[in-house]
Antibody, heavy 113, light 107 residues
């Protein structure tokens, strides 16, 4: 059974870098893409980007200049970094498996001084 | 970016009712349309993929149809546990985009 678990700081200061990790279990490798999605409190869903286990990435142009997604296949983890955060980056961040079939529980990241 | 427009934004229905939500894409997305259910404090759950395919384990009262730009999601025989917000999402073109959501309440 595929399971995903997001981890990382719940509070980030403005202008700093948000860093999250998604740990995947129940699947050893995948030829497909793994995604990050976020949801501001009380609002809708926004796709941030994805990464293949090969390391190939694709990002939402709205965030592309500030986002990096990376993968560590040895640990079955993929990670998200968002630089120069503002209050607008406050959201629940989710990781998801290929084709959005499985999602992590989500982790709330608040940007505040 | 492809805009996904869902309607209605909210609705109230009774147990046993047939409920329909529509989703319109700003351009042709072929059949690459997913439907999700999200309950408060929980992650979205994939219900329907590629417009009309029921995800494994999802009750058969949920169904989807459509192609191109116009899609429909239906719950046939609403149950109390179906109270949630429903989202459509296109997976044809990058960036993937979601509808604004339809909040379903049970009368």
């Amino acid at each position: 059974q595929v399971q995903l678990l997001e981890s990382g700081p719940g509070l980030v200061k403005p202008s700093e870098t948000l860093s999250l990790t998604c740990t995947v279990s129940g699947v050893s490798n995948s030829s497909y893409y793994w995604s990050w999605i976020r949801q501001p409190p009380g609002k809708g869903l926004e796709w941030i980007g994805y990464i293949y286990y090969s390391g190939s990435t694709n990002y939402n142009p709205a965030l592309k200049s500030r986002v990096t997604i990376s993968v560590d296949t040895s640990k079955n983890q993929f990670s998200l970094k968002v630089t120069s955060v503002t209050a607008a980056d406050t959201a629940v961040y989710y990781c998801a498996s290929p084709f959005f079939q499985h999602w992590g529980q989500g982790t709330l990241v608040t940007v505040s001084s | 970016d492809i805009q996904m427009t869902q309607s209605p934004s909210s609705l109230s229905a009774s147990v046993g009712d047939r409920v329909t939500i529509t989703c319109q894409a700003s351009q042709d997305i072929r059949q690459y349309l997913n439907w999700y259910q999200q309950k408060p404090g929980k992650a979205p759950k994939l219900l329907i993929y590629d417009a009309s395919n029921l995800e494994t384990g999802v009750p058969s009262r949920f169904s989807g149809s459509g192609s191109g730009t116009d899609f429909t999601f239906t719950i046939s025989g609403l149950q109390p546990e179906d109270m949630a917000t429903y989202y459509c999402q296109q997976s044809d073109n990058l960036p993937y985009t979601f509808g604004q959501g339809t909040k379903l309440e049970i009368k």
